[in-house]
């Protein structure tokens, strides 16, 4: 049986990180972007893949998530105002 291996491509961080960039000041000390949605439910996606056991790599470094603690540390260390200001988390699938 092959190994279940996903792969967050370069092209899908830069598309992620201009997400996550792309934010407007709604308080200040709070930002949000419409897109930042679209960037937590592909985030949680992700997730769920390490979830079911599938070894996620990150392309162009040596970063590889089996756990989902381990993503989860990667997305917040990258994406911290999510987390900080924002509803949605990838944490949280209500």
């Known amino acids: 049986m092959a190994e279940k ?8 961080l ?6 996550y960039e ?18 937590v439910e592909a985030l949680r996606g992700i997730r769920r893949q390490i979830q079911a056991g599938v070894t996620v790599k990150v392309e162009g470094t040596e970063t590889v998530f089996t756990e989902w603690w381990d993503f989860y540390e990667w997305c917040h260390a990258r ?3 999510l987390e900080d200001g924002f509803d949605k988390w990838i944490g949280d699938d209500n």
């Open 14 to 19: 830069k598309e992620f990180d201009e997400m």
């Open 22 to 39: 792309d934010a407007e000041d709604i308080t200040p000390t709070h930002k949000w972007h419409r897109d930042w949605d679209i960037l």
């Open 79 to 81: 994406y911290h105002k």
């Open 5 to 12: 291996e996903y792969v967050i491509t370069v092209e899908m």
